[in-house]
């Protein structure tokens, strides 16, 4: 955001530039950058004073220009902005790929009837600022969530939707004894047992849901050949668009646990056979008579 300050700093030398993003946890426009002001004192004031301008500006996604906030009753308050010096404005929505992410605002000291000219002007650089911080903004997700990723002690792999292996964390190295390097680019199918599918417990109506799908045990082969039991949650990976373009899949490794209830099931039927011989089925799991 500084160079493209630096930029309408060059263009628009009289003018006072703010640039307010919207927080979607809090619903507001928050002070983020700003060009010919004290920094520290409008990010503090900001927050409290008057942002209805710019919410009209980004829920119209339409410019607003204001030639003397000082009278114009949409200003809201002239007076408040008669001590801030500020006469005439200019504010234009920064919305990419239909996401709306702030607004940027000019001021200038003196009444200026903005030009055509510069409108166009003022509102390309608004388009330019807005791909920019959504790329920055995408960024930001992406290291964060690939952070998260590695960091979880589920083994976490995402995939194509021709079953490529794109993402394998280091839970998922463990679990299954492949290096991310070896599995990379490799099919999914590698990790399954003969005769079953990679999203076989999940039915096409709940692969199309965005929802994550959990609680699906299924069974999976390490790299050394050992069956190993899983609990397999499934989500959708769609690009900026909302186009469907793989899944990432959660694998929790439910082992010990399947062992201990085969276990205990097995221990079961043999104490039913003892005292009950006449009565248990150990194929119906059930007492007959």
């Known amino acids: 955001m500084a160079h493209l300050l630096e930029k309408i700093d060059i263009l628009l030398p ?13 619903g507001e426009l928050e002070p983020a950058a700003c060009k010919n002001l004290d ?14 301008l710019g919410r009209k500006v980004l829920h119209a996604r339409a410019p607003l220009i204001i030639l003397n906030l000082q009278k114009d009753p949409r200003s809201e308050d002239g007076e408040y902005w008669r001590r801030r010096g500020f006469v005439s404005y200019l504010a234009a929505p920064l919305v990419a790929h239909g996401i709306e992410l702030g607004v940027i605002a000019f001021y200038t000291r003196e009444e200026h009837d903005f030009t055509g000219e510069e409108i166009e002007l003022l509102c390309t650089l608004a388009r330019q600022a ?15 969530l690939a952070a998260i990723v590695e960091s979880s002690n589920d083994a976490i792999v995402g995939r194509t ?7 394998w964390n280091k839970a998922a190295e463990t679990m299954f004894g492949y290096t991310a390097a070896e599995m990379k680019g490799r099919s999914i199918e590698v990790l399954l047992p003969a005769g079953s599918h990679d999203l076989a417990p999940v039915s096409l109506d709940q692969l199309n849901s965005p929802q994550t799908l959990g609680n699906h045990e299924v069974v ?16 959708q990976i ?11 899949a959660i694998y929790r490794d439910i082992t010990e646990r399947k062992r201990a209830e085969e276990g205990l099931k097995k221990h079961t039927e043999v104490l039913q056979e003892i005292f009950f011989p ?5 194929k119906l799991g059930i007492h007959v008579t």
């Open 238 to 248: 769609t690009d900026t668009y909302g186009n469907l373009t793989g899944f990432a």
């Open 39 to 52: 920094e520290d004192e409008w990010k503090k004031n900001a927050r409290t004073v008057y942002p209805g």
């Open 130 to 144: 807005s791909i920019a911080i959504h790329n920055a903004q995408l960024h930001q997700q992406r290291d964060q």
């Open 220 to 235: 999976r082969l390490r790299k050394d050949g050992k069956p190993i039991y899983v609990s397999l949650g499934v989500s």
């Open 278 to 282: 006449a009565q248990w089925d150990p």
């Open 161 to 167: 939707l021709d079953g490529t292996v794109t993402t």
């Open 14 to 26: 009289y003018a006072v530039t703010t640039i307010r993003l919207f927080n979607e946890e809090t």
